[in-house]
Every structure is written in C-alpha cells, then in structure tokens.
C-alpha cells in the first residue's frame, strides 16, 4: 500500500525520558512534514523537510530534533520529555512545487504520546 | 495564508445531505479551497479541492461562488460514518505551513 507510515502508534513514557518517533512515505514525495494536534485538537506544523532539508521550524522547543536520513524518511526525536508534549504527532507528506498535488498533505494515522 | 471561518458543528441525520460554509474573504488569486475530513483516531484525509465554480468527486462536491470569498462542501446522503472532522483550508502551490483551523465536527445520528 501507498502510504505515511508512522510508528509508534501509541507511545507512554515517563517525563525526562527521550523518545522517537519514527515516518516513512512510499509516495515518492518530496516534502515531509511533521504536525502536532493538542487536547483541544488544534493541529499546528511543527516542521517541513524538502528533500533532506529543513524549511519550516516553526517555534517548537529545542527539544525537538528531527532527522531526514533521505526523503523518504523523517524522524521525530524529543528529548527530556514533559507533561505538555503529551499529544498525537502527525507526519505528512506532499508532492513537489509546481506538480500536481503539492499542495496537498496525506498524512499518517498519527502517533499518541502520553507524558507521565 | 487566508484565514477561514467555518461552523464549529453540525449535526445531521443518516440520509440527509449536509452542507458545510466556509468563509474565506481574504483569499488570493493563486489560492485553491481545499477540504480535509479527520476521523477519530486518524490523519486527516485530502476529500476535495477547487478553484472556481463546481468540483465533484465520488466523496463530495465543493461550490465556490463566483467572488470566491466563500465555498459550500457538500456531502450527498450522508452515513453514520461520514461522523468526523471536516476542515476547510486556503492553500496556494505548496503545502508549506499549511493552518488548520478548528474545523466542522459532524455528528450524524440515525
């Protein structure tokens, strides 16, 4: 299947801890994303890679790293975790400027973390 | 980006057809209306996209005015599991920073 795939689903862990989530996309897109829906179900981006390269960071902590082994992949990395990154992580991904469907994001079924 | 304004919720029952407004007055020349549905427990999942006038596929129809200040998606004979989040987005040719507001929650019941 043509997918986002993302894992863990679902992540609990205590705080301080560091933990990683990690993204695949077989779609062959270029840009991969990573988004964050709180309790209140906001979903706010977090970062955008394009081929490799950071060109969103939005104001995230610098706890957060990710990490883009090739384009395929962007993983998620959170360090000294506390009770308020505790959310679903969305990862996404889109097509390449000026091609059908860069503007459009297909996302994966998202990553629960809970923060103890 | 334009910002959008839509209804927080709606609730509809099994069969009907729902329509959901959504308004986006500052909206750019290059700008396309697109629409996603999240479900409990899932992504949010691409349903349309348009530009101008009518567009329809197998999910829905998307009606954009011809001021383009505001679009109606509509879901035909909608099912209980039609039950999600619909969000209503403003984008031009990329998906960078792409703002989902709080979208439509539908409930729809027997």
């Known amino acids: 299947d043509t997918a986002v795939s993302q894992t863990p689903k679902y992540l609990v862990t205590q705080m301080g801890n560091d933990k990683s989530i990690k993204c695949e996309q077989n779609l062959g897109h270029d840009t991969m994303y990573w988004y964050k829906q709180d309790s209140k179900k906001f979903l706010k981006i977090m970062f955008s890679y394009n081929n490799k390269e950071l060109i969103i960071n939005e104001t995230v902590p610098n706890r957060f790293s990710p990490k883009s082994p090739d384009k395929a992949h962007l993983n998620l990395h959170i360090n000294s975790l506390e009770l308020g990154d505790s959310a679903v992580y969305f990862c996404?991904?889109?097509?390449?400027?000026?091609?059908?469907?860069?503007?459009?994001?297909?996302f994966g079924a998202g990553s629960r973390l809970t923060v103890l | 980006l334009a910002k959008t304004t839509q209804p927080i919720s709606m609730d509809s029952y099994e069969g009907q057809e729902v329509n959901i407004t959504c308004s986006h007055n500052?909206?750019?020349?290059?700008?396309?209306i697109t629409w996603y549905q999240q479900f409990p427990s899932q992504g949010p999942r691409f349903i349309i996209q348009g530009y101008k006038t009518k567009v329809t596929n197998e999910v829905a129809s998307l009606f954009i005015p011809a001021d383009r200040k505001s679009s109606t998606l509509s879901l035909p004979r909608v099912s209980l599991s039609d039950t999600a989040v619909y969000y209503c987005?403003?984008?031009?040719?990329?998906?960078?920073?792409?703002?989902f507001g709080t979208g439509t929650r539908l409930q729809v019941t027997l």
């Open positions: 996404a991904s889109s097509g390449a400027q000026g091609f059908a469907g860069a503007n459009v994001l297909t």
């Open positions: 500052n909206i750019a020349t290059n700008d396309y």
């Open positions: 987005l403003v984008v031009n040719g990329t998906a960078s920073k792409l703002t």
